[in-house]
């Protein structure tokens, strides 16, 4: 593999109690039935603009999904300071891959102004060619948008990439895309769901990015 792509949440970075405690803050101040942590993770990979409809205990208006959305990303930006963590080993892995001159990004249902905020924050703000965020395509995981549009833009062959992550949507992502797919298990909250996905590769750590 030449082409490394990979998901934020829990592959570069464990977001998973940061995105937890930000949901389910942001229901109880809109008034909503708050959420179990297991039904926020199961959602985390997907954008909030698909997810948060789909955990609200009631039918909303467009109106009060841009509520909701608002609050939880202000929620978020309090929580995420202390609460963001990049994993054992993946610093070391980015370095090697760049010192064998491979291409790396990030792919992320995230906007693109938190993701990259979130990458400065554990000092990985200046080590991808680009990021894609949830802003930048048109469909979101696990449509191939972001993986393609990365493709063309740096010409690069499908064939020598691989999209990285943690979760189902990231595996058939990489699929609808026509590259190849690695679990990152460090991060998984279901890893017999990602397993059945039939990975290319099973990554058990960061380290195993150099063995690919």
């Known amino acids: 593999m030449r082409n490394f792509l990979f998901d934020f949440d829990s592959t570069l970075a464990d977001t998973r109690n940061v995105a937890v405690a930000s949901t389910q803050a942001a229901y109880k101040l809109q008034g909503l039935t708050v959420p179990s942590r297991a039904a926020v993770v199961s959602y985390m990979g997907v954008p909030i603009e698909v997810s948060f409809a789909k955990m609200a205990d009631r039918p909303m208006s467009e109106a009060e999904l841009q509520d909701l959305y608002t609050v939880f990303r202000e929620?978020?930006?309090?929580?995420?300071?202390n609460g963001i963590t990049l994993f054992a080993g993946m610093g070391e892995a980015l370095t090697e891959l760049k010192a064998k001159s491979d291409h790396i990004f990030v792919v992320s249902s995230k906007h693109s102004v938190p993701?990259?905020?979130?990458?400065?924050?554990?000092?990985?703000?200046?080590t991808f060619e680009a990021i894609s965020g949830s802003d930048s395509v048109a469909h979101y995981k696990p449509a191939p948008?972001?993986?393609?549009?990365?493709?063309?833009r740096f010409d690069l062959v499908a064939a020598d990439s691989v999209m990285i992550g943690d979760a189902i949507y990231d595996m058939q992502?990489?699929?609808?895309?026509?590259?190849?797919?690695?679990?990152?298990?460090?991060?998984?909250?279901?890893?017999?769901?990602?397993?059945?996905?039939?990975?290319?590769?099973?990554?058990?750590?960061?380290?195993?990015?150099?063995?690919?």
């Open 173 to 212: 992502m990489g699929k609808n895309a026509g590259v190849a797919t690695a679990a990152a298990m460090w991060g998984a909250a279901d890893p017999v769901a990602v397993k059945a996905e039939q990975p290319t590769y099973i990554l058990q750590s960061p380290l195993d990015l150099l063995t690919i």
């Open 115 to 126: 993701l990259q905020r979130n990458l400065e924050q554990i000092g990985l703000g200046d």
């Open 75 to 81: 929620q978020y930006h309090l929580a995420e300071t």
């Open 145 to 152: 948008d972001g993986i393609l549009n990365l493709l063309d």
